[in-house]
């Protein structure tokens, strides 16, 4: 199974491989959700990560609060991402929203095409769409060629065994056109348990590995 762990900058990230974690979702501020950390914090985990064959994936997010970005916060990521890339980061994350809760498609597009050779994983801004909209929605990341969505399966402030019914659904419906990685609220303790309930074989967390 594969256990993401979502680490914030570089701190907890060599306990982290050793205690198992075999992929590894990269953060600042994680306060605020997850923000794109620095160039320097990219570059040595990527040195760190690389030599234990553990693949990064780098958040790309210019700021916490909404997933609603303007044409700035845009170049600020198309930006970050490309520096990511070229660092050699193996894999981005990312999201991002319309005012009406839907899809930024443009947006999305835009760092889709810039994403080419990288995995690529839709945050838990998929969170905020409605549930017929998700269903929609995994269709056409599907045609775009995303590898993952990141989701809780519901409100963030709801226990994830609450969830279980939806992202088994959502689980069901993707059948293996594209990973659904639930997380939030997922630890070392319950990660199997809720693998094998949704019979899947990704899991995320800040929880995921004890150490």
Known sequence: MIKEFCAENYTDIPKAIQAGANRIELCDNLAAGGTTPSMGVIEEVLAYAGEKHVPIMTMIRPRGGNFVYNDIELKIM????????????????????????????????MLIGNSEGLMTTFHMAFDELSKAEQFK????????????????????????????????????????????????????????????????????????VTF
Do not use: M, S
Request: glycine share 12%.
């Open 137 to 208: 929605t995994i269709d056409w990341f599907v045609k775009l060629g995303i590898d993952r969505i990141l989701t809780h399966g519901g409100p963030l402030n709801t226990p994830i065994e609450e969830n279980l019914p939806h992202l088994k659904e959502l689980v069901d419906y993707a059948a293996g056109r594209i990973i659904i990685l639930p997380g939030g609220g997922i630890n070392a303790e319950n990660a199997e348990k809720i693998a094998t309930e949704l019979g899947i074989n990704e899991v995320h967390g800040t929880k995921i």
């Open 78 to 109: 198309e930006n970050d991402l490309i520096h990511a890339k070229n660092a050699g980061t193996d894999g981005v994350v990312f999201g991002c929203l319309t005012e009406d809760h839907e899809v930024d498609e443009e947006a999305l597009e």
